[in-house]
Each structure stands twice: as structure tokens, then as C-alpha cells.
């Protein structure tokens, strides 16, 4: 019976560590009320609701629901998801280093890190899994054959694939190793005295990489640096401290921690000799870029030690820390809000005071407040980080999102690469007409087809004007706007066309050696790297930015 309502007892553990610190005169007696309440409905339920409950699930909903009204990032963690936790917070397990994904039906290899045994061993981007250790894949999630290829170090594990193009399966008996998975997708020189970092997590290590490679770079030539933050979720607090510290002096502060238990608020400072405090720098953001990368980019800000190019950051200002449960469950729990050095917290939601229908606001621009930089120049509180110069981004066609949702331009790129074995100059690749006219006959292969927002909104249009009564007067029309959104469709593959091969020529370079193949293609190109580039080669337009108005 104990075990029976065990989940109970997490629920109250959870709810006691929400409410521990409120003051205890006004608030224990509310708690005690409210959890008695929740277990005697809970055992009137289990006792006399018409069919047989499931306690954990029911449970676990209750839980769930709990935290929901809290804010997205505090969540209940239980003992079999623990491992899962804790590898998306040092990304390191035991297995064969390889993402694998469903497309089109089939479990697909999709990532394969570079130097791990899968790699080591052959496996390739769009190899589709068969089998692991004998146990066929079809119908199998993604997580049960993850479970499959994880296992002990030195262990090893029999992967059955088929590769577009050849008759028989490939059998690879692959050694298991601990998988470390770096933080850094790609780093090179855009041109000889530019040096580019791509930073994609804030695991373990995230520092120490970004510092070799820096002093790879500069050892190559680089003069100037562009750091890539966009669409990095953020990690470990501490390893974006570390990473300020690689660029302003010792014992400066990079982060402050405010909460309820005034014992936990602390202020983070740099603790060691940075590795390079002139090198000119450019930080690119986005609506992406978020949390620990925000504490990056805002101190470096904040310094005026670098400039910010892209869109403004996410907003997340929220600080959480992992607490102890029974049953070695966990609880991550928002405890705190962080504030960069110029004092202000770029947190843009404001989850403690939501809308009656449950929404979140964002903090008005009313309550923003106005802070300084070192050098005096003004920046704002209350919804991320503004960058000092804006870069424009057209977004992806409708049919181009929905491509790549379909998985046909990762099928695309997996069959061209078996055509065409022999690499080209991947910064040069483009495709060729024909080569577009083979993409368009695999859609029609695959039967491609997506829907509009514009489909829907015309679809609801008909049906209100039948309630109302009025859809004999226009059902002409209504007809006539059908028939131009079905013709937009079919001409949206020629409309999109530049996009589309932009994502394909892509997507192909991946397939040949995944991020390094796809950052060769890609960064010639990119909006917010040749605006960096223009600016780091213009010493005073770079001056000014980081000057006070």
C-alpha cells in the first residue's frame, strides 16, 4: 500500500518545496488544508471511481498540472528520466555517438558525431537502421532504439543499416565508448584575418573548447572573431562565466542571482587571467538565443567588449536549480532571477502575473527600465537582449517549411549523395537545373502536399458564412479563392525555388561531413556573418557602435 501512493507523497514533497519558504504563519496552515483536501479526494476516487485507476499516471497529471501554472522551465523529473536529464545537461553517455530520427516512416541515422565509433566505423548520414543487436527497428520509437545502441562503455553492439543505392545490408559491430559531445559545431577562418566560432550548448567544457579553439584560430591568422550564439538554448551558468572570462579581465562581475532565499542570491564573478581582452568581436543573436547565451552576449555587452548582430534574444532570465526527491525522483524548480552587469534582468515573460484566460504577458514597455554600459551607452531591461545592429531575416516560404518537415529534403540530399559520391568544393556546390527537376520528381514520388494557413482561413470563412446564411451569395467568390490558393500552391515550388536549392545545396554539404560541410556552404551567404564581416574590417564604423551616443 505504501508504494501504492508513493506518488502522493512526491506530490507533497513538491508542493512543500514550492511553499517552504513562504512565511510560515501565514502559509502552513493553507498547505496543510490544500494537501489534505488533495489526498482525501485522491483516496475517494481510488475507492469508489466506476473502473480501476492507474494511481502514478493519475498522479503525475496532477503534478504536471501543478508545475504548468508555474513557468515552462520548473518540472518533475522522475527516476526513469533522470538519465535522460542528466545527458542533455553534460551530454555525455555510453552508446555509439549517433542521432537517429524517423523520416518518411523509417529510423534513419541523421547524425553521426565525428571521430565516435558509429563515424569511425562508416556509418553515414541517411543510413536507414534495420536492426540492433538483432531486434528489428520497424515500428519502434526513436527512444526504444536509442536505448538499444546506449550501453556500457566497451561494449559492443551489432547495427544492421541499408544505404540508398546499394543492394545488400551493411553489418556494423561497433565497440561502445562514453560519448562526450562537443559544444562547438563548427570553427574556421571566413576570410584570413576572420576567425568564426560556432557555440552550440553550455555542457561541460564548453569553455575550455571555445578557449583552444580561439587559440587555434588566432594561430592561423585570425585578427578578429565572430562568436555564433543564434539559436543556442543556453546550458551551465558557470560555463558562460567562463566564457566572458576568456575575454574581459579577472574579478569582474558577469552574472547575479536574486530569489526568495536570500541565502542562494550570489554574484558571479571572473576568477582567472582571460585569454584575450582586444581581440575585436562580434556576437550574433537571435530569437533563439537564450538563457546562458544571453548572459554571454549581455555581458559582453555590457563591457562593450563586443558587438551584437542578428534579432533580439529570446528573454529568459530565470534561474533553476535541481532539488532532491524521494524515490530519486528530482525537482527543477525556478528559484531565481539573474541580472547582468549593468543591472538589468532580460527576462521578457512575466509568469507571476498571467492574464485571466492563463496567458503570459510580456513585460510592458511601460516598466522598462533604462540601464548603461561601461561606456555609457543606454540599453534596456525586460525583453532580452536588443542587438546593436539588427539584421532582417526573410522567413522560410511556407512550402520550404514544410519540405523539410516531410523529411524530403533530407531523403533528397541522402539519394544525391549516393549518385554522386566524389565530394565537390562544398563552398562553391550549387545545384543544377536538372539536378531541381529530379528534386521535383521525388515530391511527386512522395505525393508532397502541405497546407496553408490561407487554406484554413478560407475553409472557416466557408463555414461561418453557412451558418450565417449567407454562403449562396458567396460561394462564388469563396470558389474563385480556392481555386487562386490551390494555383499559388502548385506554383510555390517555382515561386520558392532559390530558397528551396539554398536549403537542398545545404542540407547535401551535411550529408558529406555534417556541420563543417554545411558551415563551408552556408556562411558565404549568411546576412548576419557578412554584416559582421563588414563591420570587423571597418575599425571605426566598429568604434562608434560600442562609443556612447
Not at 34 to 48: G, H, P, R
Request: with cysteine; net charge neutral.
Amino acid at each position: 500500500m505504501w508504494r501504492r501512493y508513493s506518488w502522493l507523497i512526491l506530490l507533497t514533497t513538491a508542493v512543500m518545496a514550492l511553499v517552504a519558504f513562504r512565511k510560515p504563519a501565514e502559509r502552513y496552515f493553507d498547505v496543510a488544508k490544500s494537501l489534505d483536501i488533495f489526498a482525501t479526494l485522491f483516496k475517494e476516487v481510488n475507492a469508489y471511481y466506476v473502473d480501476e485507476i492507474e494511481p502514478q499516471k493519475l498522479i503525475r497529471k496532477g503534478i504536471d498540472g501543478m508545475l504548468e501554472s508555474l513557468d515552462p522551465y520548473t518540472d518533475y523529473i522522475p527516476e526513469d528520466e533522470i538519465e535522460s536529464f542528466r545527458i542533455s545537461t553534460t551530454g555525455q553517455y555510453g552508446g555509439v555517438g549517433a542521432l537517429i530520427g524517423i523520416i518518411n516512416k523509417r529510423t534513419i541515422i541523421t547524425f553521426p558525431y565525428k571521430d565516435f565509433p558509429a563515424y569511425l566505423a562508416g556509418v553515414k548520414v541517411g543510413d536507414e537502421i534495420v536492426s540492433v543487436d538483432g531486434h528489428l527497428v520497424k515500428g519502434k520509437t526513436t527512444s526504444e532504439v536509442s536505448a538499444w545502441m546506449k550501453g556500457k562503455p566497451k561494449t559492443e553492439v551489432e547495427i544492421r543499416v541499408h544505404r540508398y543505392g546499394l543492394k545488400d545490408d551493411l553489418v556494423f559491430k561497433i565497440r561502445r565508448e562514453k560519448i562526450a559531445v562537443s559544444n562547438l559545431a563548427y570553427t574556421g577562418l571566413v576570410e584570413p584575418s576572420i576567425g568564426y566560432i560556432r557555440l552550440d550548448d553550455f555542457t561541460p567544457g564548453a569553455s575550455r573548447e571555445l578557449g583552444e579553439a580561439l587559440t587555434a584560430l588566432k594561430a592561423q591568422g585570425a585578427k578578429k572573431i565572430i562568436l555564433d550564439l543564434r539559436e543556442n538554448p543556453g546550458g551551465l551558468l558557470h560555463e558562460a562565466i567562463n566564457i566572458v572570462n576568456l575575454f574581459v579581465p579577472r574579478g569582474q562581475e558577469v552574472v547575479s542571482t536574486k530569489g526568495k532565499v536570500e541565502d542562494w542570491n550570489k554574484t558571479y564573478r571572473t576568477l582567472n587571467n582571460p585569454l584575450d581582452t582586444e581581440i575585436p568581436m562580434v556576437v550574433l543573436v537571435s530569437d533563439g538565443s537564450a538563457s546562458a547565451s544571453e548572459i554571454v552576449a549581455g555581458s559582453l555587452q555590457d563591457y562593450d567588449r563586443a558587438v551584437l548582430i542578428g534579432k533580439k534574444t529570446f528573454g529568459k532570465g530565470l534561474v533553476q536549480t535541481t532539488r532532491p526527491l524521494t524515490y530519486n525522483a528530482q525537482l527543477k524548480v525556478t528559484t531565481a532571477k539573474y541580472y547582468i552587469p549593468s543591472g538589468r534582468c532580460i527576462q521578457a515573460l512575466d509568469y507571476t502575473h498571467r492574464k485571466d484566460d492563463g496567458t503570459v504577458a510580456r513585460v510592458a514597455d511601460s516598466l522598462k527600465r533604462e540601464f548603461t554600459t561601461r561606456n555609457g551607452r543606454k540599453v534596456y531591461d525586460g525583453a532580452g537582449l536588443d542587438p546593436d545592429v539588427e539584421v532582417e531575416f526573410d522567413p522560410l516560404g511556407r512550402v520550404t517549411a514544410a519540405l523539410i518537415n516531410s523529411g524530403l529534403v533530407f531523403e533528397f540530399a541522402s539519394r544525391y549523395c549516393a549518385y554522386n559520391p566524389h565530394m565537390p568544393d562544398l563552398k562553391t556546390f550549387r545545384l543544377s537545373e536538372n539536378d531541381y527537376a529530379q528534386f521535383s520528381a521525388l515530391l511527386n514520388e512522395f505525393k508532397f502536399v502541405y497546407d496553408m494557413p490561407l487554406e484554413e482561413n478560407a475553409k472557416h470563412l466557408a463555414e461561418t458564412a453557412r451558418k450565417e446564411r449567407y454562403y449562396s451569395e458567396l460561394e462564388g467568390p469563396l470558389t474563385t479563392l480556392r481555386a487562386k490558393i490551390e494555383t499559388g500552391k502548385k506554383s510555390d515550388l517555382v515561386r520558392f525555388k532559390k530558397e528551396i536549392m539554398q536549403v537542398l545545396e545545404e542540407q547535401i554539404a551535411f550529408h558529406y561531413t555534417q556541420n563543417e560541410g554545411q558551415a563551408l556552404n552556408a556562411l558565404p551567404r549568411d546576412k548576419a556573418v557578412l554584416e559582421a564581416q563588414k563591420l570587423l574590417n571597418n575599425p571605426a564604423a566598429y568604434q562608434k557602435i560600442l562609443s556612447p551616443k
